[in-house]
């Protein structure tokens, strides 16, 4: 109701030409648009398949294993290889690089606990399910099934932090203790929420009428929000406070990753959710209600999905580049234009399409470049973690 | 005795193999594309080694600008149906039907080529009644060409103002609603659908319902089809052709067998 009243002030105020210097009339239906993108940080993760979810000895053993190369087969390598706190829990290039460079980049970690499909292809439906796949993979860590578990049980802290996690020492089932492996390390994941930034600064001052603030915001970001919002609306895919739907498009990316081979995409992810004994449709899901499950149970292969990627959250955006799965678009200004210029050829005619050329003036992309850009921001070096059992 | 258990088990993984091949069910794919950014990455030998693994016995094939169609007619004349695009790159999908060369163009190629429809284009609504699309009707009629519309009912419905004898090949069977695509099939005689590009009548590889209904009621007016709209694409015509035998083996074998190539041999028959 407060912050109605305040709404209502705000839009008085513009109605009778009381502006200040550098805001931009907004309009009620854009106010309320911007005010979808926050509040921000949201509340922590709570993900009821795995019981270590959201708990201290949960996350400290599992930050303990993102950053232990053990888990691989060569011992070089660990999660943090290729997820670094220093570079937006990415790595900067172009394509991953695994025990071979991979067709995809790696994506950025930031808020990965809040959505509900994982990974570039959504093959994980759980972020401990997604957690297990590069641990296996021979492309990547090349751990093999046994591996986590012969860690728990020979090294003592390790040992000593699984037992205050999931209340009992290490047994012998090797892939009880891959899942519970993975967990740790998707409790410890869903903690990485990225900062505050300028524009949530902007979005709360605006809903709450407080131009003065709102006018802190720079003007070309404003411009950029309002095509964001509007005009160009980018906030149909990249949309709530995260910046992302959470599902997946084809947005006239190619995506052959050599002669007479392609990615498919969500196509192929959905053929590896199905497959997957560790989809929370399986015995390792800790909902006993099932409930979680259920886009799982009902979610269908179609045509659509065969070279779609999954939406990306923005936040950060500009600090995390190269961009797209594959890394094709260096800058953001490469992104940018790509949706500009993108071939609505490339797309098929099935009702109003979502991607369309935005034929954008230099001003225009200058202007969501630089909203992006406040979409970021520096992030609070992490202490290093404490030890396991002290 | 290894040795001529590792011969005996060839022989009959052999004999399986070929027994199955002869059993799965042929397909005539009536919507597929062989535009200018594919002929590189996907060259003309590479897609007729997919088709054929594909079990894929015809295809009618449209390409922006109709040279890929010849490119292909080249290396494999009895497996590609040609259909005349009135796109010459892949950029013309939006002003073909204002474009004033457009006509000169298909009327040029006519004259030298022999197509068995025209198309696939894209239409909605009353653009339908430009005079571009007027014209094309005309050539159809003319030719004895099917049109191929990527269009809404609404302008198949004026396809059919212009000339109630048209052939229509309705692409994606408008991504309509089954209620929808069965008052236009009883409404208009000449009219069949393609299934390219649709997944609504299948439903955890079953047929669904109400689009169970309509194969039953028609089995004569629908074609399968993959739509290459990107070179990518030609990468999911066998995944395409797996998925549509799996969903036909859930309607009576006739039915599946109409679907599945003989309504496309009898409608386009071979290379002309």
Request: proline residues 8%.
């Given at each position: 109701?407060?912050?109605?009243?305040l709404?209502?002030?705000l839009?008085?105020?513009g109605?009778?030409?009381v502006?200040a210097?550098?805001?931009?009339?907004?309009?009620?239906?854009?106010?309320?648009?911007?005010?979808?993108?926050?509040?921000?940080?949201?509340?922590?993760?709570?993900?009821?398949?795995n019981?270590?979810?959201g708990?201290?000895?949960?996350?400290?053993?599992?930050?303990h294993?993102f950053?232990?190369?053990?888990l691989?087969?060569?011992?070089?390598?660990?999660?943090?290889?290729?997820?670094?706190?220093?570079?937006?829990?990415?790595?900067?290039?172009?394509?991953?690089?695994?025990?071979?460079?991979l067709?995809?980049?790696?994506?950025?970690?930031?808020?990965?606990?809040?959505?509900?499909w994982?990974?570039w292809?959504g093959?994980?439906?759980?972020?401990w399910?997604?957690?297990?796949?590069?641990?296996?993979?021979p492309?990547?860590m090349?751990?093999?099934?046994?591996r986590?578990?012969?860690l728990?049980?020979?090294?003592a802290?390790?040992?000593?932090?699984?037992?205050?996690?999931?209340?009992?020492?290490?047994g012998?089932?090797d892939e009880?203790?891959?899942?519970?492996?993975?967990?740790?390390?998707a409790?410890?994941?869903?903690?990485?929420?990225?900062?505050?930034?300028?524009?949530?600064?902007?979005?709360d001052?605006?809903?709450?009428?407080?131009?003065?603030?709102?006018?802190?915001y720079?003007?070309a970001?404003?411009?950029?929000?309002?095509?964001?919002?509007?005009?160009?609306?980018?906030n149909?895919?990249?949309?709530g406070?995260r910046f992302?739907?959470?599902?997946?498009?084809?947005?006239?990316?190619?995506f052959?990753?050599?002669?007479?081979?392609v990615?498919?995409?969500r196509?192929?992810?959905?053929?590896?959710?199905?497959?997957?004994?560790?989809?929370?449709?399986?015995?390792?899901?800790?909902?006993?209600?099932?409930?979680?499950?259920?886009?799982?149970?009902?979610?269908?292969?179609?045509?659509?999905n065969f070279g779609?990627?999954?939406?990306?959250?923005?936040?950060?955006?500009?600090?995390?580049?190269?961009?797209m799965?594959?890394?094709?678009?260096?800058t953001?200004?490469?992104?940018?234009?790509h949706?500009?210029?993108?071939?609505?050829?490339?797309?098929?005619?099935?009702?109003?399409?979502?991607?369309?050329?935005?034929?954008?003036?230099v001003?225009?992309?200058?202007?969501?470049?630089?909203?992006l850009?406040?979409?970021?921001?520096?992030?609070?070096?992490?202490?290093?973690?404490?030890?396991?059992?002290? | 005795?290894?040795?001529?258990?590792?011969?005996?088990?060839?022989v009959?993984?052999?004999?399986?193999?070929?027994?199955?091949?002869?059993?799965?069910?042929?397909?005539?794919?009536?919507?597929?594309h062989?535009s200018?950014?594919?002929?590189?990455?996907?060259?003309?030998?590479?897609v007729v080694?997919?088709?054929?693994?594909?079990?894929?016995k015809?295809?009618?094939?449209?390409?922006?600008n109709?040279?890929g169609?010849?490119?292909l007619?080249d290396?494999?004349p009895?497996?590609?149906v040609?259909?005349?695009?009135?796109?010459?790159s892949?950029?013309?999908?939006?002003?073909?039907?204002?474009?004033?060369?457009?006509?000169?163009?298909?009327?040029?190629?006519?004259?030298?080529?022999r197509?068995?429809?025209?198309?696939?284009?894209?239409?909605?609504?009353?653009d339908?009644d430009?005079?571009?699309?007027?014209?094309?009707?005309?050539?159809a009629?003319?030719?004895?060409l099917?049109?191929?519309?990527?269009s809404?009912?609404?302008?198949?419905?004026?396809?059919?103002?212009?000339?109630?004898?048209?052939?229509?090949?309705?692409?994606?069977?408008?991504?309509?609603?089954?209620e929808?695509?069965r008052?236009?099939?009883r409404?208009y005689?000449?009219?069949?659908c393609?299934?390219a590009?649709?997944?609504a009548h299948?439903?955890?590889?079953?047929?669904?319902p109400?689009?169970r209904?309509l194969?039953?009621?028609f089995?004569d007016?629908?074609v399968?089809?993959?739509?290459?709209?990107?070179?990518?694409?030609?990468?999911?015509?066998?995944?395409?052709?797996?998925?549509?035998?799996?969903?036909l083996s859930?309607?009576?074998?006739d039915?599946?067998?109409?679907?599945?190539?003989?309504?496309?041999?009898?409608?386009?028959?071979?290379?002309?």
């Open positions: 109701m407060i912050r109605l009243l709404l209502v002030s839009l008085a105020a109605a009778v030409g502006r210097q550098h805001l931009l009339d907004w309009s009620a239906e854009e106010i309320r648009a911007v005010g979808q993108h926050g509040p921000w940080p949201p509340p922590p993760v709570q993900d009821p398949s019981k270590v979810s708990t201290p000895a949960g996350i400290a053993l599992g930050e294993l950053n232990e190369p053990r691989s087969g060569d011992g070089r390598m660990s999660c943090a290889t290729c997820h670094q706190a220093g570079r937006e829990w990415s790595d900067g290039l172009a394509k991953a690089r695994g025990a071979v460079e067709d995809r980049r790696t994506p950025s970690l930031w808020n990965i606990g809040y959505l509900h994982f990974g292809d093959a994980g439906d759980s972020l399910a997604q957690s297990i796949r590069p641990l296996l993979d492309r990547e090349n751990g093999g099934p046994t986590a578990g012969e728990l049980r020979s090294d802290a390790f040992a000593c932090g699984y037992e205050r996690a999931f209340g009992s020492r290490p012998s089932d009880r203790l891959l899942v519970d492996t993975a967990k740790a390390l409790a410890f994941q869903a903690t990485l929420v990225s900062p505050r930034t300028g524009f949530d600064d902007f979005r001052a605006l809903l709450a009428g407080d131009r003065e603030s709102a006018s802190r720079p003007l970001a404003q411009r950029g929000l309002k095509l964001f919002i509007g005009e160009a609306s980018c149909l895919c990249h949309l406070p992302t739907s959470g599902e997946f498009g084809d947005i006239g990316i190619p052959f990753v050599r002669p007479g081979e990615d498919p995409g196509h192929g992810g959905l053929g590896r959710l199905a497959a997957s004994p560790f989809n929370l449709l399986g015995k390792y899901n800790d909902d006993a209600s099932g409930s979680n499950a259920r886009r799982t149970r009902h979610v269908q292969r179609q045509h659509t779609e990627f999954r939406v990306p959250g923005l936040r950060q955006v500009g600090r995390g580049g190269p961009y799965h594959n890394g094709s678009l260096a953001l200004e490469d992104v940018i234009r949706y500009s210029e993108v071939s609505p050829d490339r797309l098929h005619s099935d009702g109003i399409p979502l991607v369309r050329p935005l034929g954008l003036t001003e225009q992309s200058a202007d969501l470049v630089a909203f850009r406040s979409l970021d921001a520096e992030a609070l070096a992490r202490p290093s973690p404490a030890p396991l059992c002290p | 005795m290894r040795l001529f258990s590792l011969v005996l088990f060839l009959f993984a052999t004999g399986v193999s070929t027994a199955r091949a002869a059993d799965e069910l042929p397909i005539f794919d009536a919507h597929m062989y200018h950014d594919a002929w590189s990455v996907v060259p003309p030998n590479e080694e997919i088709l054929k693994k594909a079990g894929i015809r295809a009618m094939v449209s390409s922006s109709n040279e169609t010849k490119m007619q290396v494999a009895g497996m590609i040609p259909e005349l695009r009135p796109y010459r892949r950029g013309e999908i939006s002003t073909w039907a204002k474009d004033p060369t457009v006509i000169p163009y298909l009327e040029d190629l006519l004259s030298k080529r197509y068995r429809a025209i198309g696939e284009f894209h239409i909605y609504g009353a339908a430009l005079p571009n699309v007027r014209r094309v009707v005309e050539l009629k003319q030719y004895g099917f049109l191929h519309s990527h809404d009912a609404d302008a198949v419905t004026r396809h059919f103002q212009q000339d109630p004898n048209a052939k229509v090949l309705w692409a994606h069977s408008g991504f309509e609603r089954p929808t695509v008052e236009m099939l409404r005689p000449t009219l069949w393609d299934l590009f649709l997944t299948v439903s955890n590889g079953k047929v669904a109400g689009w209904e194969f039953i009621e089995p007016r629908f399968l089809g993959s739509d290459t709209f990107t070179p990518e694409r030609w990468h999911y015509v066998i995944e395409n052709a797996r998925w549509s035998r799996q969903w859930d309607l009576p074998p039915v599946a067998r109409k679907i599945a190539y003989e309504n496309g041999d009898r409608l386009f028959g071979g290379a002309p």
